[in-house]
């Protein structure tokens, strides 16, 4: 069954031309917001901007708005952002009446209130080794196929923290938590070569319509709501060649992997749902080893479209 979906639903983004999807979008009057959800970033949220801007508002017609989510950054991502030519907001300002969450999801609900396209394409701040035709390749199954709801990203992902450098061996979340939890509950998913990518696209209309966790668990939860609600079949994926970021620590990927894991199990057992998850983690201390606790927030947003 996955391997079906896997030859039905898998695409490489060589396979759109830019020019005819940029005249798809023109004669079906569809307009496309990027979000970049970004948490001190000023490192690389700059490239990010400037390049797609150039690539695909400057030069074609693609995209309507380059939006970034600054997410409680205490460096300078919102100018860095904004001097590159995005339209910068502070996440906690958006919406003050529903409150604020820390996390990516939460940024990313929050676009839905500042942004206006039919499709929505994210991508992450953090990139090191990327390229503009990310964004034309996500929007090709949305502008060329109306029964395509969410499209997914997909690439080689190398390691390399400085230290080791190996193709192939990133995405150690996804390796060591989402694909087994995909292979226990979710087998119709596993056709997705990258489940947890930063890298996707959806339309709008079911976004606000779906739940969204504040964290890090956006993706696995939109995949698993999209795959139950309206069928695997109204997910594609597609090669966008490689992709790198910068590499966040084991303990901290341990906390996202608890937001994965919770977003899970509420969906594959419901139950109370719970806000905030203790993580106690053992950290090198004074003297030997000391145990740390984490408090991750595991809250989930409502649909937005009742909100608006
Ligand atoms: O509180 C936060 C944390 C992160 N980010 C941004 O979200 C993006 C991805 O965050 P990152 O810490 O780089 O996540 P990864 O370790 O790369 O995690 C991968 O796996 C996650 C779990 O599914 C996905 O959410 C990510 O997009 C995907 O890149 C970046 O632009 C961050 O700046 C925020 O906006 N707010
Ligand atoms: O997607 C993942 O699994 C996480 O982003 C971790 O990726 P990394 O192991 O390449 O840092």
Redesign the pocket.
Known sequence: MPDDWFDAATYRWQEWDLNDLVEVKRTSGTTVSLV??????AATVGDVVARVREALVDTVDLLDEIVV?D??SDDDTYEVAAGAGARVHRARDIRPDLGSY???GE?MWKAQFVTTGDLIVFM???LTDWDTHFVPGLLGPLLTRDDVTLVKGFYERPFDDGTRSEAYEGGR?TELVARPLIARSYPRLAWLVQP???EWAIRREWFEALTVPTG?A???AALIDTANALGPEAIAQVDLGRRA??H?SLRDLGA?ATQ?ITAVQARTYGGEHPQVVALRQYVPGEGGIAAAEREVVTYERPPARGLR
Do not use: T, W
Not at 36 to 41: G, Q, T
């Open positions: 970049v959800p970004a948490r001190n970033e989510i997410s409680d820390p996390g990516k940024a992450d701040a953090d979340v947890l990518a930063g890090y956006v993706e696995i970021h910068r966040q996202m994965v």
